[in-house]
């Protein structure tokens, strides 16, 4: 879900095999990187997807980095191909060699007349997934790569841990360009969940979030500690009765932060996970008891499978 705008799992399914094939066409295969730079909507989810069934990998860029950021990521990961729509393909529009793709506007001539079908898988678990660049301790942006065994690893712990079903709601809010979305936006479709994705700067927006897992009914979501505390600030008892579990990861986690949340949704299951983008995500797990009182630090957990 989208605003207004709904995929059903067959729908998603068809439209990524679609992409899938014409991406193929253009020779995407296993370890080739396919960038993506499009605004939080449905068709970055059937873009990621068409990557992955292709064979390829994506390599997210956000629409808000500067030019200067852009032009280094394409340079660094030579990328050929460029998954976007029409609100944000100004960047690449002096880019010769770069064949773009406008999810938007070009869907009918170049994608959808290609077949519906399931396609057979071409990458194997040591075959690159994405690529995430994170700031790297320089300063300049390096491109993490990781393989489909890691993210899957990651993907079957999570649900073996926390046992989404069909009637979860997970809301999606994390920037594609950080490694957080990955998780939020494959897990709940690996498990037969409902995915909600928030409207572009919404995933700072407290009122805004609260009335969209009032709105959906939200189950499960992902704050960085200092969100949960505007989150937290921003709320009363008796709200976000929906939600069943939130997971923090991406800072440090206080005893405050947390006895803070607990006070107010004392039947939520809340968890500190932590991980670094190079280890696909979270490599660690905790979860708060009811009462931290005791607690004169909020530890990172223990490892996760595997």
């Known amino acids: ?25 253009q020779g995407v295969g296993p370890d080739v990187l396919v960038g993506i730079c499009i605004n939080r909507s449905l068709e970055m989810l059937v873009g990621i997807l068409g990557i992955l069934k292709a064979g390829g990998a994506y390599v997210p860029i956000d629409p808000a980095y500067p030019q200067d950021r852009v ?4 340079r660094d990961s030579g990328i050929n191909v460029m998954l ?26 170049k994608v959808g007349k290609r077949s519906v079908k399931n396609l057979n898988r071409v990458a194997d678990p040591d075959n690159l997934a994405y690529v995430i660049y994170t700031s790297g301790s320089t300063g300049k942006p390096k491109g993490v790569l990781n393989p489909h065994k890691g993210i899957l690893n990651q993907l079957l712990w999570t649900q073996d841990t926390y046992e989404l079903t069909s009637e979860d709601v997970v809301l999606q809010k994390t920037a594609f360009s950080f ?14 969940a409902k995915l909600i994705f928030t409207r572009p700067g919404g995933q700072s927006d407290v009122p805004y979030l609260k009335e969209l897992i009032e709105k959906e009914q939200v189950t499960t979501i992902h704050f960085v500690p200092s969100m949960l505390s505007a989150f937290t600030a921003g709320s009363a008892s008796g709200e976000g009765n929906s939600l069943r579990r939130v997971i923090c990861s ?5 005893v405050e932060q947390v006895s803070s949340f607990k006070k107010l949704f004392p039947e939520v299951q809340l ?21 931290v009182s005791l607690l004169d630090r909020i530890p990172i957990g223990r ?4």
């Open 179 to 192: 490694d957080v979305s990955v998780w939020e936006i494959l897990w709940p479709i690996t498990s037969g």
């Open 1 to 25: 879900v989208f605003g207004e705008e709904t995929l059903t799992y067959q729908e998603l399914n068809e439209r990524s095999n679609q992409l899938a094939r014409y991406l193929g066409s």
């Open 250 to 254: 991406g800072e440090a986690l206080t």
């Open 271 to 291: 968890d500190n996970l932590y991980g670094p983008t190079e280890a696909s995500v979270h490599v660690t797990s905790w979860s708060a008891p009811e009462d």
């Open 303 to 306: 490892p996760i499978a595997n």
């Open 84 to 109: 976007s729509a029409a609100d944000c393909v100004e960047s690449f529009l002096s880019k010769e060699k770069l064949e773009v793709i406008l999810l938007d506007q070009e869907w009918t001539q």
């Open 71 to 74: 032009d280094y990521m394409l």
